[in-house]
């Protein structure tokens, strides 16, 4: 369940699902199974409950839904099912779990994305980067090659992701695509922004933020600026990540903006007190 709460006389409202992205209008979202994303791909689900459909790779009653936040109402638009016989899905074998989650709804409100990934037998996952309309038609594989992370919109028809494999590039790095069936534009700071990291576009789309795991022996994770015209980079500090804080149990950065752009906020671990949240000042940084 979700609770809506208003700041300012503390009333409360409880909605029965869980949100995971919401659209700009505050209206209205796009959810999906936790429960099978925690059998899937532990840290990312709520742990403790159990998938319904734990023994069905693809099932047909879950996947993305639509959440409507004045009515109250959720109601699957997308099913594993349906994920799972779109398009061209490689390596796809007898013991493969489809699930889907990362949605996030576009700049306008009108389309998501989302994650679709299934498991291997040897372990990991392949990716595709799916979008979609907010009642889940029009499907549109962005990402067909099994390999897509990390994204953000830059705007209602662009898309900035990590991926591998494209323009000549057979390692990751961070590609910009139209919002279409392999849609494909240009490489993105090769070399110099992160093409692991958590990405956000900044000032009008010409600065992007964004971060690294953890790097060397000190496990050194670095939010970064990246701007697009000049190729500069500026690193904003380097945070040591202990080695307990692995796996399910990692402490990624994931840096991001306050809505006036003038300060960075990151998680990292401090020692004893553990996991913690920094405010990273960038005025006057960006120009």
């Known amino acids: 369940m979700s609770h809506i709460l208003d700041v300012r006389t503390m009333e409360k409202h409880t909605l029965p699902f869980p949100i995971y992205a919401l659209s700009p209008n505050g209206k209205e979202g796009v959810s999906c199974d936790f429960s099978r994303v925690a059998d899937c791909r532990p840290g990312y689900g709520y742990a403790g409950i159990k998938d319904r459909f734990f023994d069905d790779m693809a099932p047909e009653g879950s996947g993305v839904t639509h959440v409507n936040l004045e009515t109250g109402v959720e109601k699957l638009i997308v099913s594993h099912k349906t994920l799972a016989n779109t398009g061209t899905v490689m390596e796809n074998h007898p013991t493969s779990k489809h699930h889907a989650y990362h949605l996030l709804v576009g700049p306008d409100g009108k389309r998501f994305i989302m994650l679709h990934r299934w498991t291997q037998p040897k372990g990991g996952h392949l990716t595709r980067l799916i979008t979609a309309n907010m009642d889940g038609s029009d499907l549109r594989i962005v990402i067909p090659n099994g390999y897509a992370s990390h994204f953000i919109w830059r705007d209602a028809t662009h898309i900035l992701s990590q991926a591998k494999g494209w323009l000549g590039n057979e390692d990751w790095g961070d590609f910009l695509f139209e919002d ?8 993105i700071g090769h070399g110099i922004l992160d093409k692991s990291g958590h990405l956000t576009y900044l000032k009008n789309n ?8 953890a790097q060397g022996v000190r496990r050194i994770q670095t939010p970064h600026l990246y701007h697009i015209a000049t190729k500069k980079r500026i690193d904003l500090g380097h945070f040591p990540q202990p080695p307990e804080y692995k ?38 940084l960006m120009g």
């Open 180 to 187: 279409k069936d392999s849609g494909i534009v240009e490489e």
């Open 247 to 284: 796996g399910e149990w990692r402490c990624d950065s994931h840096p991001r903006s306050s809505r006036d752009e003038k300060l960075v906020c990151i998680d990292a671990p401090d020692g004893s007190n553990g996991r913690q949240l920094f405010l990273i000042s960038i005025e006057g």
């Open 206 to 213: 010409e600065w992007i933020l964004n971060d690294t795991y």
